[in-house]
């Protein structure tokens, strides 16, 4: 179960699990939104290449326009799946 | 332990379930939890996009001590889909540049100890063994 929530400032907070079933939910709530990009990751419990995808889809899109995306607050679980990725020293990860 | 799993992604909770089930059952850490899940929804999602084969998907975990192994298996399968020979995903190229794919089998890979596949009279099985760590 995945939650999204928009707040102001471009910050997007993540909860749950994102995955292969929640990934078109994440990818319908983020493809509206304007950079620059918070996505604010302290409740996600789970991350898969689903969920990854997501998020190099919108750094695509972001950068495409000009604009930034910044993670936080990974766990350490979600931080490895990240760094499989090869994704930990090329994101803006806080 | 197995159980079968409908060919559709809201079987991922209940292969959740089943991970969190095996390690109670084992009395290991659910601490173990998060690199099954990863490698299952990664074996499991594959059959969906690559697989040819019919009916539910078949899922076996066993433990020999610290070594779990985790196999994948699907049925009447009309061709082969052997994840060992696909090919690794550029990791150096800027986000910006890189294309779609192929991070659900390295992951799987980099988690992994050993990969291995086979097909044959038209089954198609996927076995991964993973070490664990001790016992919750």
Do not use: C, W
């Amino acid at each position: 179960m995945l939650e999204i929530k928009v707040e102001d400032e471009g910050r997007v907070t993540l909860k749950g699990r994102l995955d292969a079933a929640s990934a078109s939910k994440a990818r319908e709530a983020l493809r509206p939104l304007k950079g620059p990009m918070a996505l604010d990751m302290g409740g996600l419990e789970y991350i898969s290449s689903a969920g990854i995808g997501v998020v190099v889809e919108t750094y695509k899109r972001l950068h495409g326009e000009g604009a930034g995306l910044r993670v936080l607050n990974l766990s350490p679980g979600v931080r490895a799946v990240f760094r499989f990725a090869g994704l930990e020293q090329m994101l803006a990860i806080e | 332990m197995e159980r079968r799993f409908q060919r559709d992604l809201s079987s991922l909770p209940e292969l959740s379930r089943f991970v969190a089930d095996f390690l109670t059952h084992h009395g290991l850490s659910p601490s173990n939890a998060y690199d099954l899940d990863l490698i299952l929804e990664e074996l499991f999602t594959n059959v969906l996009k690559y697989g040819s084969g019919k009916d539910e998907v078949l899922v076996g975990l066993t433990r020999d001590d610290s070594l779990i192994t985790i196999a994948v298996r699907e049925f009447d399968a009309a061709k082969a889909y052997d994840i060992t020979r696909a090919p690794e995903p550029d990791l150096t190229r800027p986000i910006a540049e890189r294309k779609v794919g192929g991070l659900g089998i390295h992951m799987v890979r980099q988690l992994a100890e050993t990969i291995r596949y086979e097909y044959k009279d038209r089954v198609s099985t996927t076995t991964i063994t993973k070490k664990v760590s001790a016992n919750a």
